[in-house]
């Protein structure tokens, strides 16, 4: 059974929803994710009164890293399927039909 967020401790649950409320940022040539904008974090903290910020962003963090291994192994594993969709491609056939 997958875990869900109300199985984590409350310090965990509120460093998800501020994760989710920080913006992503991705890279414009290659369209790979970079993370999220850390610059609004204090005044999302501020915003809702979180008195454990140091425990908060530390969860925070540590998902952030997670996701960015998670998506990056993701990236890698498509790279190697169009290569070897590309290595395999040169190996085709080709019947044309032509009446003349």
């Given amino acids: 059974m997958p875990l869900t967020e109300q199985d984590f401790p409350v310090e965990v649950q509120v460093a998800f929803f501020m994760f989710n409320l920080l913006s992503d940022v991705w890279d414009g040539m290659s369209g790979s994710y970079r993370g999220k904008d850390w610059s609004s974090c204090g005044f999302i ?12 962003l530390y969860f925070m963090k540590m998902y952030e890293r997670i996701i960015l291994n998670y998506r990056a192994e993701q990236a890698e594993r498509r790279r190697k399927e169009e290569e070897r969709k590309a290595k395999s491609g040169g190996n085709k056939n080709f019947t044309h039909n032509v009446k003349g």
């Fill in 45 to 56: 903290f501020d915003t809702y009164e979180i008195e454990d910020v140091k425990t908060s």
